[in-house]
């Protein structure tokens, strides 16, 4: 499982972070600015990956970098999905003026698009990782409530839900006993799509300059300051943008790999 | 769409635009941090202060200050930048079309990709063409969008050197624009040598924004036509003796163009909304630009107006989109 | 004299996956200039198919597996796409089933007719539009100058087949397949759709493949009538002759289950089960192979 490999990879490598990389992310060796990754003439082997203008050493940045990558996923992923199910679960089966109210501002939401809404809220929030959370959780939430919603609708049509009703377990039940786990494949595989969602909306906010203190590593950070220097050190935006690609695609495996496990049905 | 449908469809959206005002207002007014102590120096005496304060209306309640704010947006003036200490409409309306002009370009690429694509991908069915398409498309949605403006500085910038990546134009090139529209004043003056320089710096940022547009929209606009070419009218026109390429392109693809137009609708907003994000890595002078230099600044103001502005611009959109749509679908055309 | 029209032994299978079903098991029939022969047979007796072969229109997963088709002469069983377009729209139209998605809803009525004109008979669009005009006055619609300006969804379920009818004629084409054209219509208006298509063919000297399900249209309009049951044509005769004495059980029997207001107590009279048992078993001993002679079972 494809998936499950480099989420257990970026996991590993950020929880052994401070002890797997080689140098310290934020020291600066000016003499050794610019080197190039290792496969290059001219490379130093103690810069696996080559140095950036200061000379600080990327694959120790990368390292770090995945921490925060990696948190802000599993944070903002988490809460947006708790707070998107609640919200669509409730819409789903109690249905009426709730569903309403809830279908309409999700309509509302969905017409604001995302990057402006997201730079809204940092200027309101200001720069932080917490502002990158909670932007995702504000703007996302709305992903997870649709599909909840429409899904637990479904579920409750069905017979089983029917059956649960006549032998008399309460609305509290029917819908945490007997619903909530029959959506849970679907949960899950939202929840690691999100994941990918949460490492791009970092890396854009912190490209900006929006996310953590500058000076922090993180990917969309070091492809900012590759970017300046795209035409000397080209790598240097090269790592951290196939990072986040190998993330995001790992994180999508990781859903469908997880929801063809979990789900009865699919297993067959 | 008449007149009176458009009037209406106008007035429809003065609603959303309050509803906008109204966010867009209490969103900024509940910023923790003091925005003028930012603007001044830590000399600064708390006289200083309260004058500012008092300049900017911020002294005054909340209920006040937004019936102010209203007040001066229907007068047009929507106060004055606190970084770059210039009136927030005349920088908005210096930056407006730079970045209206970029979009334009992006949502051109992408109809011709679109409509390019979804055409062979369909006239093709089933042959390789097709798949080409389709793995194209989903090459493209597997990669998140914003990292193909990166993509393209790394090939066309760095590994085969052949665009620019960064600014409006060449700086060695001397021209002295009248407007900001700097693309079509150059090709509207015949300046050939200006244009160039220009096309090639919008092409790979309008590239960027376009290239998820174009593998969305290519993918339904084929199988809307596929499915139209399932309909009884398109057998009616195979007996009628016409052409299989003159089937798609002129009894398929006119009806596939409704569905189309709709789905992609919502993903030119999207487009619009890249473009801060896309100025900002070429380096493009255009309004998305200025918004994150405001949001670092913490330029109230500017945040306001270039959300408003931007807001103006979905709607219009919106709008435009529903024109279309109408014009396309004769069923809606006359009530 | 050649007939118009002749199909010989046809056979089609639709493919479905590494199975396949025969949907037609060797038809053979001819028809002359002017004549107009009709089809008759419960629905996915394989009738339309037949059409759709002749037309070169079969669904992607239908196949003819034997037999020929000639026009006038020309064999068009497997002719290429172009010859075959050079043939539709001219010599063969088509009247479809249904006028309410056999129109382009995105068109005006008027480019819709128009079209065949200026690919075909090479009319400019003035031309064109002015016998247009004409046409849809041959189909009987009051003020075409103001029809040519409408869609489709303004015009009725009648009205609509009238112009496809105009349509179908159009090029004056020397056969129409009609496939069950009155069939989505109500009564009232399936007869004055008849009574123009016998009009537009009588005074034209069209000939017409007519497929339908209804006995009562067939025994207005056509010359001949051939009897189908599971893609096997069971009996073929002049419509008087199979009116008067329907040689065929089955034709028998289907004559008896058409609901007559002449007959007393309205009854309804299905096709016996047995017969039906009886059609079935022959058709299987043909899929075997060991029908092949005896084709002449009545």
Redesign the interface.
Known sequence: MLGLGVFLLMALTAMTGSWLAPHDPLEQDLLNSFLPPFWVAGADPAFLLGTDNLGRDVLSRLIYGTRVALMVAVIAATLTGMLGTTVGLLAGFFGGWVDTLVSRMVDIWMAFPAVLLSIVLVAVIGAGLHAVIIAIIVIDWTRFCRVVRAETMVQCQQDYVASAVTIGLSRRRRLFVEILPNILPLLISLLTLEMGIAVVVEAILSYVGLSVASDAATWGGLIQEGRLYVNQAPWLMVFPIACIIVAVLGFNALGDGLRSAFDPVLRR | MTAASLLRRLLLSVPTLFGVLII?FV??R????DPIAMMIGPGATPEDIQNLRQIYGLDKSIYQQFLLYLGDFLSGDLGTSISMRQDVVELIVGRLPVTLELALVAIAISLVGIVGLGITASIWKGRWPEVLIDVFSGFVQ???D??WA??F??IF???WASMP?FGRMDLAVEFDPLTQFYLFESLFRGDLVVFRSILMHILLPALSLALPLIAIGARLLKSSINESMA???V??????????FRIVVS?AF??AL?PTVTLTGVQM??L???T??VE??FGYPGLGNM??D???N?DLPL?QGI?LT?AVM?IVLNILIDMTYAF????LR?D | MTPLLNIRNLHVKIREGAASVPILRGVSLSLAPGEVLGLVGESSAGKTMIGKATLGILPPQAVITDGEIFFDGENITHISVKARRRLLGTDIAMIPQDPMTSLNPVFRIGPQIADVLRLHLGFRAKEANQRVLELLDDVHINQPERVVKLYPHELSGGMRQRVLIAIAFACRPRLIIADEPTTALDVTVQRQVLRLIKELQSALGTAILFVTHDLGVVAKICNRVGVIHAGRILELSSAQNLFKAPAHPYTQALMAATPRYDRPNNALHPVPEALVKHLWDDVRRYDRGDFAKDKSHA
């Open positions: 867009n969103l900024l509940v910023v923790p941090g597997a990669v998140p914003f990292l990166l993509l500085i790394l910038g760095v590994l990546i309909q009884d009218y057998q009616l026109a195979r007996v009628k003796g016409f052409s299989h009894q006119p009806n409704i907003t999207f619009i909304g890249g801060v994000l900002r890595i918004a994150i405001a949001v670092i913490r945040i959300v931007f979905f396309l679908n004769p069923r006359h």
